[in-house]
Each structure stands twice: as C-alpha cells, then as structure tokens.
C-alpha cells in the first residue's frame, strides 16, 4: 500500500515560484489546509493542485473571493453545467475588464506618442536657434 506523496511548503514554493509566506496567506484565506506534522505543515496532491489552480486564478486576475468560490464549486461536487456556467461568466468579465485595459494603454499610448513628438520638434527648435 503506497503512502500518498506530500509537500513541503519550501517544495511547493520553490516549484511554483512563489514565497512560503504567499503560501501561508492563502492558508489564511482559507483556500489551502495542509495537514500538520508537529508545526510543520504537509501538503498534499490536492494542496498542490489547489495552489495550481490559485495561482492560474491570480494570473487571471481573478479576486481571491472569486477563486475560493470556483474553489469550493469544483471540490463541492455540485451541478458541473452550473459550475461552468458560472466559470464562463466570470471569464467573459475578467475578458472585458482587460478589453477595457487594452483600450486604456492604447490611449495612453497615443498621448506618448504625441508628446514625444512635441519635445524632438521643441527640441530641433531650440537646436536650431542655438546654432544660429
């Protein structure tokens, strides 16, 4: 009988990038429960598959409000049409929260473009008057 394979929280950490601290903070929040061996904590596949999960959510950009709820859908066995209905709703939000972003930089962007353009043209005039 094979024991089920655990993490520490420095492995995790160290495979996914992030510090032992942001780790303990989703703990915190309720999004992981590792179990305790003494005071140091073992993480198990699905710790490692909801801290995946986490931080695809946060690479979305999703709240971790949002993320404890897709959270607790996904483990709670409920309506797999409703959990994804409510998935794609909270994508096509997050998709127009960053329509709206790429439309800001765009802006941004032009009004750069135009004051760049504004300094070279004052500056080849002050060039001019000093070279004459």
Do not use: W
């Not at 596949?45 to 690479?59: A, E, H, P, V, W």
């Not at 797999?80 to 960053?98: G, H, K, M, P, Y």
């Amino acid at each position: 009988m094979s024991q089920e394979e655990t993490y520490t929280i420095t492995e995790l950490a160290r495979e996914f990038g992030i510090t032992p601290r942001a780790i303990r903070f989703y703990e915190g929040e309720g999004l992981l429960s590792p179990a305790r061996s003494g005071r140091n904590r073992v993480y198990s596949k699905r710790d490692r598959t909801r801290l995946r999960l986490i931080l695809r959510g946060k690479r979305l950009g999703l709240s971790l409000a949002e993320i404890g709820e897709l959270l607790g859908m996904y483990e709670g066995g409920g309506n797999s049409v409703t959990q994804l209905c409510r998935f794609l709703d909270v994508l096509a939000e997050r998709r127009r929260a960053i329509e709206q972003q790429r439309e800001d930089i765009i802006a941004v962007l032009g009004e750069i473009d135009v004051l760049e353009e504004l300094c070279q043209s004052q500056l080849a005039a002050a060039e001019t008057v000093r070279g004459h």
